[in-house]
């Protein structure tokens, strides 16, 4: 009897931890032997995506072809400061400690983004407790705090996300409690105050559909007034958040070849192409193809379509390599994208390089094609 309960009671554990070791064992890496985008275009710009510290076989395709990631959510305001007292560093950390170890530049996104602060925010707003001289000291503490804590690793920051108004209305800034409260003083603040908190850091201004004459007016008023208050801005973001039916490159190239001509090199910060058409201008929301349902396999046509989109779209950075610094994927791959739940939620969407096994589709390779074609 007592021989064979020693062994039961032994080897419970060895089986039990046995198992442990089996479900905490990571998948085994993706071996990508396609050529790597960082590589393909190392001499003309850098090659980023967006993610939240990427596991496994993200992780794995991130690392191989991109050399700077932006944190996806971690980072902006609502997520770092979820109530008035609580800083919730852990996803933000994560993400720099992941590019760190990997040897990717990361940009910091987002320092101001009035369109999403945290509720709490709007609250003390709407209720009269946050007067405009203590927002824009809260803003002040808040820049200070978090360009700070990453001041040794994080060297670009989108320092203020979509400031402007859409469409051809008189408004200058886009509308909502923050921006309404402060005026444009919140965008002269924020810039000065993270160059106080980092004098060496690369501080952007970052935006979408700057590809319409509208919007680019008022972004190269915004651009003149901070360079009167003697503000430095070091580069401009076009997130470049396309459509498929309707790409606009023409438009893309004018914003390119005006941002650079008034002094700022550009960064396209969020790219993707939503294989689904949405409005546009100041009715971003609104759907026009795809309904709620979507394609779960992209159709071989529109696969065809976007692989040639992608392909004249990169000949067209290539083109302009001088002005273009940087060109990030907002996400990793399909099955990551945030287009899979906006402006319809839980869409399958098909914007990127790559699809939901990480292998790269017939865009990637159309782009890889352009990067090998002789310069014009
Ligand atoms: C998006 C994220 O990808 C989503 O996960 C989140 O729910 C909403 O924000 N413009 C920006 C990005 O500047 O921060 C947004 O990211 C996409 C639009």
Same mark, same amino acid.
């Given at each position: 009897m007592k021989p064979s309960l020693k062994i039961i009671v032994i080897g419970l554990p060895i089986l039990f931890s046995m198992d442990l070791i089996l479900a905490a064992k990571p998948e085994a890496p993706v071996v990508h032997a396609e050529p790597a985008l960082k590589d393909v275009f190392k001499k003309h710009f850098l090659i980023g995506m967006s993610a939240d510290h990427p596991q496994q076989r993200r992780a794995s395709l991130l690392r191989h072809h991109a050399n700077a990631i932006t944190p996806e959510n971690g980072m902006k305001f609502y997520s770092l400061?979820?109530?008035?007292?609580?800083?919730?560093?852990e996803k933000a950390d994560r993400t720099v400690d992941f590019a760190t170890a990997n040897d990717l530049k990361i940009v910091g996104h987002?320092?101001?983004w009035c369109y999403r602060m945290s509720p709490w925010v709007n609250e003390r707003i709407a209720s009269g407790e946050l007067d405009k001289a203590a927002a824009l000291a809260l803003q002040d503490e808040h820049i200070r705090q978090v360009v700070g804590r990453y001041k040794d690793r994080v060297k670009t920051w989108d320092v203020v996300n979509e400031a402007l108004a859409d469409g051809? %209305?008189?408004?200058f800034l886009r509308s909502d409690p923050w921006s309404d409260l402060c005026g444009v003083e919140y965008v002269v603040e924020a810039f000065q105050s993270a160059r106080r908190a980092d004098p060496e850091a690369k501080l952007l201004y970052n935006d979408y559909n700057l590809e319409f004459p509208d919007k680019r007016a008022r972004l190269l008023r915004l651009l003149a007034l901070l360079e009167e208050r003697g503000v430095r801005v070091d580069g401009v973001g076009i997130?470049?958040?396309?459509?498929l039916s309707r790409l606009r490159l023409a438009e893309l190239e004018a914003a390119i070849v005006e941002i650079h001509a008034a002094g700022y090199p550009v960064h396209l910060t969020e790219l993707d192409i939503d294989v689904y058409s949405r409005g546009e201008g100041?009715?971003?929301?609104?759907?026009?193809?795809? %309904?709620?349902?979507?394609?779960a396999e992209l159709p071989e046509e529109l696969q065809t379509q976007l692989a040639a989109g992608y392909g004249a779209l990169f000949r067209l950075l290539v083109k302009h390599a001088d002005k273009v610094e940087r060109v990030t994927f907002w996400n990793v791959d399909d099955g990551s994208s945030w287009l899979n739940n906006w402006p319809v939620k839980g869409r399958e969407n098909h914007?990127?390089?790559?699809?939901?096994?990480?292998q790269p589709k017939p865009a990637f390779w159309e782009v890889i094609r352009v990067a090998k074609e002789p310069i014009p």
């Amino acid at each position: 009897m007592k021989p064979s309960l020693k062994i039961i009671v032994i080897g419970l554990p060895i089986l039990f931890s046995m198992d442990l070791i089996l479900a905490a064992k990571p998948e085994a890496p993706v071996v990508h032997a396609e050529p790597a985008l960082k590589d393909v275009f190392k001499k003309h710009f850098l090659i980023g995506m967006s993610a939240d510290h990427p596991q496994q076989r993200r992780a794995s395709l991130l690392r191989h072809h991109a050399n700077a990631i932006t944190p996806e959510n971690g980072m902006k305001f609502y997520s770092l400061r979820p109530s008035p007292d609580v800083w919730n560093w852990e996803k933000a950390d994560r993400t720099v400690d992941f590019a760190t170890a990997n040897d990717l530049k990361i940009v910091g996104h987002t320092l101001v983004w009035c369109y999403r602060m945290s509720p709490w925010v709007n609250e003390r707003i709407a209720s009269g407790e946050l007067d405009k001289a203590a927002a824009l000291a809260l803003q002040d503490e808040h820049i200070r705090q978090v360009v700070g804590r990453y001041k040794d690793r994080v060297k670009t920051w989108d320092v203020v996300n979509e400031a402007l108004a859409d469409g051809p %209305g008189p408004e200058f800034l886009r509308s909502d409690p923050w921006s309404d409260l402060c005026g444009v003083e919140y965008v002269v603040e924020a810039f000065q105050s993270a160059r106080r908190a980092d004098p060496e850091a690369k501080l952007l201004y970052n935006d979408y559909n700057l590809e319409f004459p509208d919007k680019r007016a008022r972004l190269l008023r915004l651009l003149a007034l901070l360079e009167e208050r003697g503000v430095r801005v070091d580069g401009v973001g076009i997130q470049g958040h396309m459509q498929l039916s309707r790409l606009r490159l023409a438009e893309l190239e004018a914003a390119i070849v005006e941002i650079h001509a008034a002094g700022y090199p550009v960064h396209l910060t969020e790219l993707d192409i939503d294989v689904y058409s949405r409005g546009e201008g100041a009715d971003v929301q609104r759907i026009e193809t795809g %309904g709620d349902a979507g394609y779960a396999e992209l159709p071989e046509e529109l696969q065809t379509q976007l692989a040639a989109g992608y392909g004249a779209l990169f000949r067209l950075l290539v083109k302009h390599a001088d002005k273009v610094e940087r060109v990030t994927f907002w996400n990793v791959d399909d099955g990551s994208s945030w287009l899979n739940n906006w402006p319809v939620k839980g869409r399958e969407n098909h914007p990127l390089l790559f699809d939901r096994a990480q292998q790269p589709k017939p865009a990637f390779w159309e782009v890889i094609r352009v990067a090998k074609e002789p310069i014009p």
